[in-house]
């Protein structure tokens, strides 16, 4: 399954969550409502997943823990606050770099409707696949498009690609 097969089941299974449940859990309530929809879908899904990197030769155990892992690709950070922070996805933008990973989502829980709690980012892409999105219907240009738009952040590689009409 590709990195956008993935994604796109996590925003479904988020959307179905969200309109079953509203915004009020607790985060890790939605973590093991997300588990259970994506595995119903036959994703491996894991949770608090911890992360160990080396720094010039010097092992980091146990820096950070991933809220899920998707199918070993697809890092899923989730929140259940108010407001989009900035620090969301300078957080998953740092996870995706350090596990050398591609692909990643914030799903914020907390948002009055999941169109504003939604983010995908991919990190230094250069597979074109990679550089569609499902839900814009076409390969990112950083164009606005009838739906939505993307951006591409050219000082990190790193492409945030908004949902729309959710």
């Known amino acids: 399954m590709t990195e956008n097969e993935i994604t796109g089941d ?7 969550l969200h309109r079953q449940f509203g915004a009020g859990l607790l985060e890790s309530v ?11 879908r036959g994703h491996k899904v894991e949770r ?19 809220d899920m892992l998707v199918d070993d690709k697809v890092i899923v950070e989730l929140k259940s ?6 620090v969301f996805a300078k957080q998953l ?30 990190n230094n892409y250069s597979e ?7 839900l814009l219907g076409h390969p990112l240009r950083g164009q606005p ?4 738009y993307a951006s591409l952040r050219e000082s ?8 729309r009409g959710l």
């Open 81 to 86: 606050t108010e407001k989009m922070s900035p």
């Open 48 to 66: 608090q997943k911890i992360v160990s990197f080396e720094y010039e030769g010097v092992s980091i155990e146990n820096a950070f823990r991933l």
């Open 93 to 122: 933008k740092t996870y995706l770099a350090i596990t050398k990973l591609q692909v990643g989502v914030v799903v914020n829980f907390g948002m009055a409707t999941l169109k504003d709690g939604f983010l995908r980012f991919v």
């Open 30 to 40: 939605y973590e093991t409502l997300l588990e259970i929809e994506l595995k119903k």
């Open 145 to 148: 498009s009838a739906g939505g």
């Open 10 to 16: 996590i925003l479904d299974a988020s959307i179905k």
């Open 156 to 163: 990190n590689s790193l492409m945030q690609i908004p949902s």
């Open 128 to 134: 074109p696949d990679l550089c569609v999105s499902p």
